[in-house]
């Protein structure tokens, strides 16, 4: 994990690094102007802000697939863990502290939404997009690839209301303060999902980069 | 054959000049010395119409580059940097080439491709995929892209760049090979891609040129300057650094090479070379 | 050749890489599934299936303007751009060959996507021809032109910027191209500036939340053509500029040619979009769509619109009217004076989005004043009574976005003031319950001569006599009708059926239809004296609600001629609603007050009139109805309330069928008497739950 550099990474990122900030000031921004519509504030988060997740994650890969890096960095001394979960756990992690700031932010300025099950169920969420993204990028190698099959996927959930194609369905399509009740079963398989993605990416991962080393 | 007339070329980046009055009489094989950031890559660009020619004129017969459209069917370029499409074989990607180059009837098109396949000798390797050659195979075959078409002038830009030695030989061979009947400007900072392939020389730096002439002509600057001498390791360190050209080993004693308008104590006249020109161009210019 | 052979490398390189095919199958399944879906069951609607797939668009929208980075940097990333520029017109032919593949990519798919289309809905019954070939209009202009726009955004995006800072621009500019933007960008949406711009700047389906609108069909208006046009010549502009800086002075001649064509069109294409037009926008998170125009107008129109009495009638209407980009309207309407008194100047009816030009009387110009939906007309003599006088009057403009009227589709019925109309009201009005529309059926016979010239095939309630002509008389006024619809029933009993071409399926039940319909006239006619003409020769089954689709009152509208039969925006709609006493409830205002031309004092007094004679009929009739669509009355809070809730629950006990009628019959006599008033209707209840039901 020391071996980890975030300022490289982030550097390494370019100004892809500052797209989900912006996003999250600018649901800051709509949070501040709040007139009373929740629907507009669930809706921003199940389709803008969780499924931002994944945006620094593929975006991690980049050099990796598209740079190059991937014929140089597995003659490092450095694990498969290290090239996969390691370096992606830590984005998770800050992109979760952005959440639970922006998401206490929710909890003040939406009545009646508790903040508990709006962190579990939207962190969970982002988990999931997350782990997806990791999957999809090391699967298909391709940045571009990657982010149209998930930009696809929430679109269609979004315009659908989650309906039309027949596949699991992320979204619990809140639209009003909920409890731990409405949302616990997408909670935990979203959970549980993200955990299989996370620890299937990785596999997948360190197929890749072993079989293009050797 | 025509001369490349080049008068008085200028070019600068925002405040910066890169290439200041350049004037020169390319023919034959022809070689463009420098080191990094002399300014060469942006005078083949400006001759490969790349760049446009904003002060001086260039001229080859009758032909000015005041006129791009009908500069382009005289060249052949390869750049520093090549690569192709890497899905794409060998003989995909240069038919691609013909094509763009005008070469519209199809069995003049086979026969130019086979021919300069058989050139490069890449003819056994025409059905192999670009992501599976070798550097010099993928150097080759920018080498035979700038062949198709039969130009006049072939541009080549830093050409051994990334290859090992086999393969620079090699290299070295096919520009040799490629040159008769036109002419070839090889820009490089590694004096033997020159010393065994051209005819005529210049030398560049900041975005001048130092010495223009004919590999003879070249080397007679340095007629008489060039010493060697046998010596031990603490006379070594005795011998100014300006002077040295090269240090070789030879057991436990050094073999120095070193520039002297006057003559050196036991140290013997040699003939000189390329890179000993060079390098007494490059300290005179930069002291 | 050079082109040609570009574009063939491109198809080498693209076919050599797994992802294409990848990409395509999944596309291709995705939109397979998506058809499926609106192809099967509950959820069958030809329309919706590619409304609906603005998903699909909004994706594929993302890969292409992907594509188009690709497109740039494919040379770059193999440092053969420097090559390909030494070349004669090396990088033209390269960049030409690039974009006629992505070109004919992009037809394959709206082939692939179109074929899917045809090939899930021909078997269903979807047969009409002239739907299909709007359906393949529509993929090539919100699927293939849009994604063919976005490669091109993305390629000058990328002969922009270098490096990484092409993804977040890529999604930004994707996040305002597609036809999501206005949920992405969320409250700020439904500010009208902004609004506007991100409906202007959608290249994808322009009503992606709203029901598909059967009877207007897709939104194919030429404005959408050329607004994709304009953004084409604006690209194009912008690679031109982009080649000039990078050339510096060392340009053909030609290139100059270019780029004064692209600047000349894109000017008559400025000037074309600051025209008036009317476009279908159907966008609840925008701030003009169709749903609130009219709203947001009536509801703050004053209701002191104190017209004076009149008793006039129109009796010939000489129609001109041409549908193009407005609706030009030239008439010459003869009018009786029907009062006691000479009149000096006459008020009719007209929508206020038909401007007024001119007024003239043989020849003479008259000044008028027009205000709102009303027309005052100074004659150029006293008219006596009983005298006649003739009177032009042209005006063009735009309709209600209800009503609407443009070159894809003409909705203006008979009770919509597009023609002037004697009976002086607004076109609506704003009451407790919504924007309520008011009957303008003329009241008088009059004979009527259209010449038209518009979108066709036109559906209306008098002749064809010639080409573009049309003649015959009405007493209730002249409905034209034009959009997605056919007519269904060619060889049955002389009655025109027609409806959207998408509702096909639904013909089995039109027999049903005609016989429940023929009861319920007959029924009554003969319960309320009302006499009716027989069976339309003419229905038209159309979705015409989108507003108050809640009020049973706007779904019919019969006159003697023909009747307007109007669902709300809805999947699979069928001739008979599921549950079969709504249908009586929908029929009964149509039947008699509306069809008498009572006016609408108290909407809610004469809704109650509606449900409650409904629910009568449908027990006299053993039509199982548990009277959920009679009004609900708690809390009660007002005497208005007390006296709706005894006629409910009175009305809602077994037994008394034939008093419970016997009240009805009483009560439409207090209401053709011209009154809607609750004291009265007090009594009679009184008469009847208290005194009657004791006997």
Not at chain 1, 43 to 54: R, V
Not at chain 2, 242 to 250: F, G, T
Not at chain 3, 242 to 268: D, P, Q, W
């Amino acid at each position: 994990m020391k071996k980890i550099n975030l300022v490289f990474e982030i550097k390494s990122m370019g100004w892809s690094f500052f797209l989900p900030l912006i996003v999250f000031l600018l649901f800051i921004y709509q949070l501040a102007t709040y007139q009373g519509f929740s629907l507009y504030i669930y809706n921003t988060l199940e389709f803008l802000i969780a499924p931002l997740a994944c945006w620094w994650i593929i975006h991690l890969y980049d050099e990796y697939f598209e740079g190059g890096l991937h014929e140089l960095l597995p003659s490092y001394p450095l694990s498969r863990w290290y090239h996969g979960i390691s370096r992606v756990l830590p984005f998770i992690l800050m992109y979760l502290l952005l959440l639970v700031g922006s998401l206490w932010m929710v909890h003040s300025v939406v009545e009646n939404q508790d903040y508990a099950p709006l962190l579990v169920y939207v962190g969970t969420l982002s988990l999931l997009f997350a782990t997806v993204g990791f999957l999809l990028v090391a699967i298909f190698r391709n940045v571009m690839v990657s982010i149209v099959m998930i930009a696809t996927y929430v679109v269609t959930e979004y315009l659908t209301n989650g309906e039309v194609m027949p596949w699991y369905h992320a979204m619990a399509f809140v639209s009003s303060p909920f409890s731990f009740r409405d949302v616990m079963s997408k909670a935990i398989v979203n959970g549980v999902l993200s955990g299989f993605f996370l620890l299937l990416g990785q596999t997948v991962l360190s197929m890749v980069l072993t079989k293009r080393y050797t | 054959m025509s001369v490349l007339e080049i008068r008085n070329v200028k070019k600068r980046y925002k405040n910066k000049v890169v290439l200041n009055n350049i004037s020169l009489n390319i023919k034959g094989t022809y070689g463009l010395l420098g080191p990094n950031g002399a300014g060469k890559t942006t005078l083949m660009k400006i001759i490969a119409t790349l760049l446009p020619l904003e002060e001086g004129t260039i001229t080859f017969g009758d032909i000015s580059w005041e006129n791009d459209q009908r500069v382009k069917p005289l060249i052949g370029y390869l750049p520093q940097y090549f690569s192709a499409y890497k899905t794409m074989k060998v003989y995909e990607v240069l038919h691609h080439f013909a094509i763009l180059k005008g070469i519209t009837n199809k069995e003049r098109r086979i026969s130019e491709l086979d021919a300069v396949l058989e050139n490069v000798n890449l003819y056994e390797q025409r059905n192999e995929k670009i992501k599976y050659l070798s550097g010099g195979m993928i150097r080759r075959v920018g080498i035979a892209q700038a062949l198709l078409g039969n130009p006049k002038i072939v541009i080549v830009d830093e050409p051994t760049a990334g290859l090992d030695i086999q393969e620079r030989v090699r290299f070295r061979n096919l520009l040799r090979k490629i040159s008769a009947n036109r002419t070839i400007i090889i820009s490089s900072h590694i004096v033997e891609d020159l010393e065994t392939t051209c005819d005529y020389v210049a030398m560049m730096n900041k975005g001048t040129i130092l010495l223009e002439g004919s590999r003879q002509e070249v080397l007679q600057i340095v007629d008489g300057l060039v010493w060697e001498k046998d010596v031990n390791s603490r006379d070594l360190e005795q011998i100014p650094e300006s002077q040295i050209i090269s240090v070789k080993e030879a057991g436990d004693r050094y073999i120095v090479r070193m520039l002297s308008q006057e003559s050196i104590k036991e140290a013997k006249r040699v003939h000189p070379t390329l890179e000993d020109a060079y390098l007494y161009m490059m300290k005179g210019d930069n002291h | 050749m050079k082109v040609f052979n570009s574009m063939n490398v491109m198809w080498i390189l693209f076919r050599r890489n797994p992802l294409f095919w990848i990409l395509l199958v999944c596309f291709l399944t995705y939109v397979y599934y998506g058809f499926h879906f609106y192809s099967t069951g509950y959820n069958f609607s030809p329309g919706e299936a590619l409304v609906r797939m603005s998903f699909a668009v909004q994706g594929g929208m993302l890969a292409f303007l992907f594509f188009g980075v690709l497109l740039i940097r494919l040379e770059e990333n193999n440092h053969l751009h420097d090559i390909f520029s030494s070349i004669p017109k090396g990088n033209f032919s390269k960049f030409i060959g690039k974009l006629l593949f992505f070109f004919i990519l992009v037809l394959l798919i709206c082939l692939f996507v179109f074929s899917i289309y045809v090939f899930l809905f021909l078997p269903k019954g979807i047969s009409f021809l002239p739907f299909y070939y709007d359906a393949f209009l529509y993929i090539v202009l919100y699927w293939g032109i849009s994604f063919f726009l976005s490669m091109l955004i993305g390629a000058l995006l990328a002969s922009w910027f270098k490096g990484k800072i092409i993804y977040p621009l890529i999604l930004f500019v994707w996040a305002l191209i597609g036809p999501a933007n206005s949920y992405f960008f969320g409250t700020a949406a439904s500010k009208p500036v902004f609004s506007d711009f991100l409906a202007w700047i959608n290249l994808g389906e322009p009503n992606p939340y709203a029901l598909f609108n059967d009877l207007y069909g897709f939104e194919l208006s030429l404005y959408h053509w050329m607004k994709r046009l304009f953004m084409l010549l604006c690209i194009s502009f912008l690679f031109l500029f982009t080649h000039f800086l990078r050339k510096r002075g060392n340009i053909e001649k030609r290139f100059y040619m270019y780029v004064a064509v692209c600047i000349g069109s894109i000017g008559a294409l400025i000037y074309y979009f600051t025209l008036d037009r009317q476009i279908y926008i159907s966008n609840s998170l925008l701030a003009g769509t169709r749903e609130r125009v009219d709203e947001t107008y009536y509801r703050a129109l004053s209701h002191e619109n104190s017209v004076p009495h009149q008793v006039i009638a129109i009796t010939k209407y000489d129609v001109h009217m041409k549908i193009k980009r407005l609706v030009e309207i030239d008439t010459a309407i003869t009018i009786v004076n029907n009062q006691k008194q000479p009149l000096d100047n006459i008020s009719l009816s007209l929508y206020h989005g038909f401007k007024v030009i001119d007024v003239s009387s043989s020849h003479k110009k008259l000044s008028f004043q027009q205000k709102n939906d009303l027309l005052n007309i100074q004659l150029p003599s006293e008219l006596p009574p009983k005298q006649s006088c003739q009177l032009s009057i042209s005006y063009k403009g735009l309709s209600s976005p209800l009503f609407f009227a443009n070159s894809r589709a003409v909705y203006l019925p008979y009770y919509f003031p597009w023609l002037p109309s004697s009976n002086v009201e607004p076109a609506f009005q704003y009451t407790k319950i919504g924007l309520i529309r008011n009957n303008h059926q003329w009241g008088n016979d009059a004979e009527i001569t259209l010449t038209y010239d518009g979108p066709t095939p036109l559906y209306t309630n008098i002749k064809k006599v010639g080409s573009k002509k049309w003649h015959g008389r009405s007493s209730f006024g002249l409905s034209v009708v034009v959009g997605k619809i056919a007519e269904m029933n060619r060889k049955n009993d002389g009655t025109q059926f027609v409806q959207p071409m998408t509702w096909e399926k639904n013909m089995y039940q039109y027999p049903e239809f005609k016989e429940r319909t023929s009861h319920i006239m007959e029924t009554i006619s003969r319960n309320f004296h009302i006499p009716y003409e027989g069976f339309p020769k003419l229905v038209v089954f159309v979705p015409i609600l989108s507003i108050n689709d809640f009020a049973v009152e706007e779904y019919i509208w019969f006159a003697s001629d023909h009747l307007i039969y109007g669902t709300s925006l809805q999947y699979q709609a069928t001739i008979l609603p599921q549950d079969e006493a709504n249908y009586t409830y929908m029929l009964v205002p149509a039947l008699t007050w509306k069809y008498k031309g009572i006016p609408i004092k108290d909407m809610e007094y004469l809704h109650l009139f509606d449900s409650v004679y409904a629910y009568v009929y449908n027990q006299q009739h053993g039509i199982p109805d548990d009277g959920s669509f009679l009004p609900r009355m708690n809390p009660i809070k007002s005497e208005k309330d007390q006296i709706k809730s005894s006629i409910v629950q009175w009305i809602k006990k077994e037994g008394n069928v034939e008093m419970k009628n016997r009240f009805c019959q009483e009560w439409f006599q207090l209401i053709e008497s011209g009154s809607q008033d609750w004291n009265e209707l007090k009594k009679l209840v009184e008469q009847y739950i208290v005194i009657k039901e004791d006997l």
